[in-house]
T-cell receptor, first 114, second 112 residues
Framework: DGGITQSPKYLFRKEGQNVTLSCEQN?????MYWYRQDPGQGLRLIYY???????QKGDIAEGYSVSREKKESFPLTVTSAQKNPTAFYLC?????????????FGPGTRLTVL | GNSVTQMEGPVTLSEEAFLTINCTYT??????LFWYVQYPGEGLQLLLK?????DKGSNKGFEATYRKETTSFHLEKGSVQVSDSAVYFC???????????FGGGTRLMVKP
């Protein structure tokens, strides 16, 4: 089945630690995205990548880093510089720009800082 | 800048009631408009979309019409079911861009 997988589903981190969230897609999509969702709020864009080896900052990139070495993978690292990392993180992909092509979302990773 | 405003929830309805969730937007160009649905503990699924003024998106009994004159994209369903209980997000993107701008989400609770 084609789709987007995110792992792990739940992740716990101690303060001061970096942690990497995985996102893999087998839809052959060029574009991939990371969003953050806080309780009762909408989604905010962290980073996006339109093509392999290229990525752009979104609205709230501070304290996060990404890489796009392979078309199917777009891992997100939450660094110790992110002051309030506890949130639900959603990865998405699309075959082209969001205006033309639908973004498909993964099931999400819930990160909790202890 | 671009923004999306949705009615605050939760919206609580009885089964078979009529649903309206309001969504208005501001945009610097001519956006495409979307409704996404999020079931508990899951990611978002596209429910419907409209790419130009007066277009009507529809899916699973839900409908929304792109109203340029009122900058609105209200979601409607004639008869809701318990299984429709979820959070609904209105979103927009400018056709030349890559980023979705989301509203804050509206939680719908349908009681049997």
């Amino acid at each position: 089945d084609g789709g987007i997988t995110q792992s792990p589903k739940y992740l716990f981190r101690k303060e001061g630690q970096n942690v990497t969230l995985s996102c893999e897609q087998n839809l052959n999509h060029d574009a991939m995205y990371w969003y953050r969702q806080d309780p009762g709020q909408g989604l905010r864009l962290i980073y996006y990548s339109q093509i392999v080896n290229d990525f752009q900052k979104g609205d709230i990139a501070e304290g996060y880093s990404v890489s796009r070495e392979k078309k199917e993978s777009f891992p997100l690292t939450v660094t110790s510089a992110q002051k309030n990392p506890t949130a639900f993180y959603l990865c998405a992909s699309s075959s082209g720009p969001a205006g033309r092509d639908t973004q498909y979302f993964g099931p999400g990773t819930r990160l909790t800082v202890l | 800048g671009n923004s999306v405003t949705q009615m605050e929830g939760p919206v609580t309805l009885s089964e078979e009631a009529f649903l309206t969730i309001n969504c208005t937007y501001t945009a610097t160009g001519y956006p495409s408009l979307f409704w996404y649905v999020q079931y508990p503990g899951e990611g978002l699924q596209l429910l419907l979309k409209a790419t130009k003024a007066d277009d009507k998106g529809s899916n699973k009994g839900f409908e929304a019409t792109y109203r340029k004159e009122t900058t609105s994209f209200h979601l409607e369903k004639g008869s809701v079911q318990v299984s429709d209980s979820a959070v609904y997000f209105c979103a927009l993107t400018l056709n030349a861009g890559n980023m979705l701008t989301f509203g804050g989400g509206t939680r719908l609770m349908v009681k049997p």
